[in-house]
């Protein structure tokens, strides 16, 4: 056979045995992705999930009567806010490089903040701008203007209105849901809270969350009690900032249903719970949800925001962070200022992650698409991935010289479910013998961020070990960083 003619049966061969090897199945490991194991988030969720932080705002009747849980009876001529600027909310808010915000539409004393067609309890009956005010309508217009995602918090309880628990303030609240939800631009999230609502029935709630869910699609539903079966979120079973360690964004529902009982459930989640359902954490900035000037001198320090940071975000939850806004209609400069100091604190810490480009392998590598540096790549699309045939796996981090670092932050591939249930990190200070770090040992749940503080740690290497898990990890970032100083008064340095 000529040469040519070699060299050209040659090329087809390889060209058939391309296809072949093209076309054939893979098997779980190289290119394809890991399979989804258990309950997985859905698309608001994930969404929710990357806001970290939202802000509550508590404003209304209370603010100033003085009251927290008002009876329903004051008087609207009471509400008089005399600089009202929900543009100084948001610019709090943009500052801190938070994106999301609730405010309280209605509270249970049944006060409306906007004027609703459908009672007289409103705005419109006080003297705030004649009676021609909204703050509903400010505070959205605020946060679009902002680039804010504005939500709502419509109280189930009503203290005013006494047809509370009747089918006819079921339909009162769902008239009150519809022109909130229709007439106040795209509305984030819906704030069912569970306090006082025993009374309304599950059959309410479909009601109302039908409505949502044609009205506002995608707006996350926070669901308690009766409002459980259309929960994104549930309630993390205390109002002081802490989810539990372990967190599981998995949850069986009859947990948030009979939620008395049940409080180690919404603050742990369940490992094996059926539903996805993570925790949303209200807390407040000052010791009340609505503004007493008796606590000017007891707002959250940095220290104390930052351990609530570091106890919800850094627990696998969102962070609801309620600011009370003054009888002028302003957050008050103290809160403004932690609020600075807070970002400041986050940003300065998570910006620069020491093992970044250090060297990194694992024992039970998937494939090139999941190699073990996406870890370390700051890339929100890629990540690590251990082969389908073990549930465990070994990471060794070499960073090539001493690095101190006092926080550590692991984040699973939430898409894919909860897949780890139990990790470990240690250190190697010589390159040789291993040492526990005791605040990363024996951890369970990972989640979409799990970050860990620690004593001041020197090491040349880290060994983080997946010691079990549902299906083989998939891990976005292995990050180790050097907690950012602050001043002793605990006011930022700078802005960043
Ligand atoms: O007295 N309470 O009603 C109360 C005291 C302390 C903490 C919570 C509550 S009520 C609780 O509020 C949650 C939001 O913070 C959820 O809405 C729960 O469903 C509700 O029972």
Redesign the pocket.
Known sequence: MPCNQILSQLKKCIAIFATTVASLPLTGNAQTAPTPVGPVPNARQIEWYHREIIAFFHFGMNTFTGDNEGDGKADPEQFNPAALDCNQWTSVLKRAGITSAILVAKHADGFCNWPTAHTNYSVKNSPWKDGKGDVVKEFTDACKAAGIKAAIYLGPHDRHDSRYGTDDYANYYADQLSELLRNYGPIWEIWW????ADKLTTAYYTRWADSVRALQPNCVIFG??NSYAFADCR?VG??SGISGDPCWSTINPSSIQE?TGHITELNEGEINGTAYIPAEV?VSIRPSWFYHPEEDARVKTVDELWDIYLKSVGRNSVLLLNYPPNKEGLVSSIDAQRTDSLRYLIHGTFKTNLASGARIKTLHPRGSNYKPSNMLDNNESSYYATSDAYTTDTIEVDLGSKKTFDVLMLQEVIELGHRTTGWSVDYSANGKSWTPIPEATGKQSIGYKWIVKCKPVTATKLRLRITSGKAGAAIHTFGIYKQQSIRPDGIAKAAI
């Open positions: 809270d569970g306090a006082g308690t009690k309630w205390n109002e939620e209200d």
